[in-house]
């Protein structure tokens, strides 16, 4: 008897960002604020650190949250990151993670990084100006925030502009340093 086709996994893309309690990625002067406690603090959210490293394939980031080091950056997911700039220049590797810089838009990045990606997941890992472009071009699955118990009083809004639009609970996850709110889009458009 044969055996039934089964369609590939498919990815998805999905947005990750730390926010304060008044909704801001960053302070007034660009500062963590304890934003990234969640990740960096001994012991913190260790299960869902390790359930992102293994499902994301590939990373979308936007030139300023790339930042000015010529050769990249260390981290710990040794996969593509796509850099959104409008400045072409060849890509770098540092550390297992190769760094590529797409001057084709949003659209042209989800590509690339599907493609690298394969089968696992894409995250659009920032800043707040790319998070809100992805929101309206409507090419996000979910959004996963982790929402941390801070008041910066001012800094990088996430949703300033934001489309109405209502969103899909998929879970909340509680650590010790903020909780982590998934929701599904049913904007998705597909490329």
Same mark, same amino acid.
């Given at each position: ?24 990625? %960053?302070?007034?002067? /660009?500062?963590? +604020? ?6 960096? =603090?001994? &012991?913190? $959210?260790? *299960?869902?650190? %390790?359930?992102?490293? /293994?499902?994301? +394939? ?6 300023? =949250?790339? &930042?000015? $080091?010529? *050769? ?120």
């Amino acid at each position: 008897m044969p055996t039934p086709h089964r369609n590939p996994p498919v990815s998805r893309v999905f947005l990750d960002l730390a926010v304060s309690l008044d909704g801001f990625i %960053a302070g007034p002067n /660009g500062e963590d +604020g304890g934003l990234h406690d969640w990740y960096f =603090a001994p &012991g913190a $959210a260790e *299960d869902l650190k %390790a359930e992102l490293l /293994g499902s994301i +394939g590939a990373i979308i980031l936007g030139a300023r =949250a790339f &930042g000015t $080091a010529p *050769d990249g950056f260390d981290t710990p997911y040794h996969v593509p990151h796509f850099i959104l700039t409008h400045h072409a220049r060849p890509s770098v590797t540092r550390g297992g993670a190769a760094f590529h810089f797409v001057t084709g838009g949003i659209e042209s990045a989800v590509d690339q990084a599907r493609a690298a990606a394969g089968d696992r997941d894409v995250c659009v890992a920032g800043g707040a100006d790319v998070a809100r472009q992805f929101l309206h071009a409507g090419l996000l699955d979910e959004i996963q925030l982790h929402l941390v118990p801070v008041l910066l009083g001012g800094g990088l809004p996430l949703f300033r502009d934001a489309d109405p639009g209502r969103l899909t609970h998929v879970r909340t996850v509680q650590s010790a340093h903020a909780t982590h709110l998934t929701y599904r889009l049913s904007t998705r458009k597909e490329t």
